[in-house]
Structure formats: structure tokens, C-alpha cells
């Protein structure tokens, strides 16, 4: 029993982590109707920008929030720069944006940092506490909530919010959202720059228990498009509970097969997803009538 829940509270926070990823994935999504494939690239961003701020003499908090505030203005930019020049270009065409800005900014983060492993101190410490035989970090306590409160809060921002049912309606439909007076060149901005801000949140919530270097965002966002693909591509709730699932599979998976075959986990639920049930386990089914 120790083993088991050793292995669950292991998944729930990388679990976690892939929520936040996935969360970033929906608000995009939702916007726009592109899968961003940058999304991971967000979570890289907001690490590395922590390290060396951090490095450089700053209270960790405030390279915290440098890296977040840093990494939603390229946010901002691969929008401005990227996907709003080539909308109404074919769905495919976009995506194949965002993974052309994932190497950009791959390579890019190589060039002004470096290729090494980095992490900084953990917030409260790196003590172990104990539940039930088993032990978990403090800083996985940290990951957690924070996932839980970033969904608590996108949920009050979309349905609490005019700005968040702008975003909503521009989902729904672009052409009315601009016909009732919605700017929806602002709500993309928007929600490109919240996206970002989430992975970058990941990013420093999760470095100090997995390091991170320039190219780890790719195995986010596979990770990430997993969990949102579980849930239900563009459903919070969907992506919430699709991270936490794939995580807690990856967890069994490396406990009680093999950790060589912990990453094969995600490829295998997206086969299964897309065969089984492409809405996923929130999503809607759509019908088309002919």
C-alpha cells in the first residue's frame, strides 16, 4: 500500500503539471481553434528566465514573476507576429506555425542561456513530508494547488467575468462576437498571453523538483496535447482531469512495469483517444447535418 501511494502522489504532481499545460492548450484553443504546439515551450521559458534572473541577484519571487510576465510578451508576439497574419489560413497551416515557433524559441533559449541542467530552491524547503507511508516534496504541494487554483480562477474569469464571456463568444462564433461589438483581435492577445503565463507558471512550479534546460518543452506539450486530448480538447475541467490522469498512468507505468516505457504512455493514450473516443471524456460530440 506505501508503494502504491508513493506512486500516486508521485503522478498527481506531474499529473499536475501536464493540467497546467493542457490548460494552456484549451485557452487557445477555445480563441482560436489552433492547437499551439509552443505551449511547452512556455513551461521551458518560464524555468530557465526563473534560474538566471534568479542567478543574477533577484529575490526569487520576483524572478518569478519576471519569467511569467516575460514569457506571456512572447505570448503576445508569436500572436502578433505568427498567427494573426495567417488567419483564415487552413487549421493545419497554423499548427505547423506554432511548431515553427517552437524550434524558433528552442533555439533561441539555447543561444542566450545555455545547454545545461539548471533548478532553484524549492519554496518552503526541501524536507519530506510524510502521508500514510509514503513521502511527498513540499514544492509537490506547491504544483498542485497550483493547478487547482489556476482552474478555480479560469473558471470565475469565463463564467464571472465580461471579458471572460468575450472570450467564450468568440469561441463560439468570430463573425457575431465582432457583430455585437467584441474585439476579438483583444481577446486573442489575451489568450495567448494567459496561455503563456499558465506554462510559464508550470514552469516555475515544477523546476525545482525536475531541473529544466532549453529542451525539455517538447515533451510538455506532447504531455500537454495528451492530457487535453483525454479530457476533451477546449473543456478546463477536461484538461484538469486528462493532466492528472496521464500522470498517475505514467507513475504506475514506471512503478510497476518499466520507466523505460513511462513516455510511451502519453503516445499510446493519444491512439487510444483518437480511436476510442475522439471528443474525449468532457468533450461534446458534434454532428454535421448534410
Known amino acids: 500500500m506505501p508503494e502504491f501511494l508513493q506512486f500516486l502522489l508521485s503522478g498527481i504532481t506531474v499529473g499536475a503539471v501536464y493540467a497546467l499545460v493542457a490548460l494552456g492548450f484549451t485557452i487557445i484553443y477555445n480563441a482560436s481553434g489552433v492547437v499551439n504546439f509552443a505551449q511547452g515551450e512556455f513551461v521551458m ?10 542567478a543574477a541577484g533577484l529575490p526569487l519571487p520576483l524572478a518569478a514573476l519576471i519569467a511569467i510576465l516575460a514569457t506571456a510578451a512572447i505570448g503576445v508576439a508569436l500572436n502578433t507576429l505568427a498567427i494573426a497574419p495567417a488567419r483564415g489560413a487552413p487549421v493545419v497551416s497554423l499548427i505547423i506555425i506554432t511548431i515553427g515557433a517552437s524550434i524558433l524559441i528552442r533555439g533561441a533559449t ?13 519554496f518552503s524547503g526541501d ?12 514544492q509537490s504541494l506547491w504544483v498542485i494547488s497550483g493547478a487547482f487554483a489556476i482552474f478555480l480562477l479560469l473558471w470565475l474569469f469565463f463564467t464571472r467575468t465580461l471579458i471572460g464571456r468575450a472570450v467564450l463568444a468568440t469561441a463560439n462564433n468570430r463573425v457575431a462576437a465582432q457583430l455585437v461589438g467584441i474585439n476579438t483581435n483583444f481577446v486573442m492577445t489575451l489568450s495567448f498571453a494567459m496561455s503563456a503565463a499558465i506554462g ?30 483525454i479530457g476533451g480538447m477546449g473543456n ?12 498517475i498512468l505514467e507513475a504506475m507505468t514506471a512503478g510497476y512495469i518499466s520507466s523505460q516505457y513511462k513516455d510511451a504512455t502519453a503516445f499510446i493514450v493519444i491512439l487510444v483517444v483518437l480511436f476510442a473516443m475522439p471528443q474525449g471524456l468532457f468533450g461534446s460530440k458534434s454532428t454535421d447535418r448534410v
Not at 524536507?127 to 513540499?138: E, K, Q, R, Y
Not at 508550470?202 to 495528451?226: C, E, M
Not at 478546463?236 to 500522470?247: D, I, T
Request: charged share 5%.
Open 45 to 54: 521559458l518560464g524555468g530557465m528566465i526563473t534560474v538566471f534572473t534568479y
Open 200 to 229: 510559464a507558471l508550470a514552469g516555475v512550479l515544477v523546476t525545482p523538483i525536475t531541473l529544466t534546460s532549453y529542451n525539455i518543452g517538447l515533451a510538455f506539450a506532447l504531455k500537454g496535447f495528451a492530457a487535453a486530448m
Open 110 to 122: 539555447q543561444l542566450v542561456f545555455d545547454k545545461q541542467l539548471h533548478r532553484f530552491p524549492a
Open 236 to 247: 478546463p475541467k477536461g484538461a484538469l482531469v486528462g493532466g492528472l490522469l496521464l500522470g
Open 127 to 138: 524536507t519530506p513530508i510524510a502521508i500514510g507511508g509514503a513521502t511527498i516534496l513540499p
